[in-house]
T-cell receptor, first 114, second 115 residues
Framework: SQKIEQNSEALNIQEGKTATLTCNYT??????LQWYRQDPGRGPVFLLL?????KEKRKERLKVTFDTTLKQSLFHITASQPADSATYLC?????????????FGKGTMLLVSP | DGGITQSPKYLFRKEGQNVTLSCEQN?????MYWYRQDPGQGLRLIYY???????QKGDIAEGYSVSREKKESFPLTVTSAQKNPTAFYLC??????????????FGSGTRLTVV
């Protein structure tokens, strides 16, 4: 099964800087990858989906890249704000051609200070 | 507004009791899922359903049961066979189309504590 690695240490940055979070996977390359935001005590919120044939996807201040050679996705938040402080999860299908469920990483906490 | 509702928000269970967590969605989504989240761990899939009257086991189905009698509803029963049920339970739903992925919409969760 797929193993997903996200940095367990919190990322602390200053307001206005770009935050970059990493998601690495170890086995097969998935057909797509998703990113979610989770606030304490709440359910995750879907942010972005990127397919294997897409190198980059943008949505407002968010940008996701997908490098199947490195088996890695990077999640960027530009001009970060304290309101961006949360835990960010990446999620992949459990198999190389699966579309039925998602396997989630443990997430990385982002702390943006004013 | 369309959404997914989980109830109750907090639930306390005595040893040996079965409890049922509710999950209702009005998004007209085909698929529904139950995940469990423990501190420091990722979400782990318990059960999922892609169509009414059908469901599949996830990675940690032992000690849990589900039903999908209506498209809108996917209740989860935590049975006395589940040895460590204290956790945060998350229900999600999504559109399901073969060969085409969609993001999940999650509920706000139920925190279950064994007392």
């Amino acid at each position: 099964s797929q193993k997903i690695e996200q940095n367990s240490e919190a990322l602390n940055i200053q307001e206005g800087k770009t935050a970059t979070l990493t998601c690495n996977y170890t086995n097969y390359s998935p057909a797509y990858l998703q990113w979610y935001r989770q606030d304490p005590g709440r359910g995750p919120v879907f942010l972005l989906l990127i397919r294997e044939n897409e190198k980059e996807k943008r949505k407002e201040r968010l940008k996701v890249t997908f490098d199947t050679t490195l088996k890695q996705s990077l999640f960027h938040i530009t001009a970060s704000q304290p309101a961006d402080s949360a835990t960010y999860l990446c999620a992949l299908p459990p198999g190389p051609s699966g579309y039925s469920t998602l396997t989630f990483g443990k997430g990385t906490m982002l702390l943006v200070s004013p | 507004d369309g959404g997914i509702t989980q109830s109750p928000k907090y639930l306390f269970r005595k040893e040996g009791q079965n409890v049922t967590l509710s999950c209702e969605q009005n998004l007209n989504h085909d698929a529904m899922y139950w995940y469990r989240q423990d501190p420091g761990q990722g979400l782990r899939l318990i059960y999922y359903s892609q169509i009414v009257n059908d469901f599949q086991k996830g990675d940690i189905a032992e000690g849990y049961s589900v039903s999908r009698e209506k498209k809108e509803s996917f209740p989860l029963t935590v049975t006395s066979a589940q040895k460590n049920p204290t956790a945060f339970y998350l229900c999600a739903s999504s559109i399901f189309r073969a060969e085409n992925p969609y993001g999940y919409t999650f509920g706000s969760g139920t925190r279950l504590t064994v007392v």
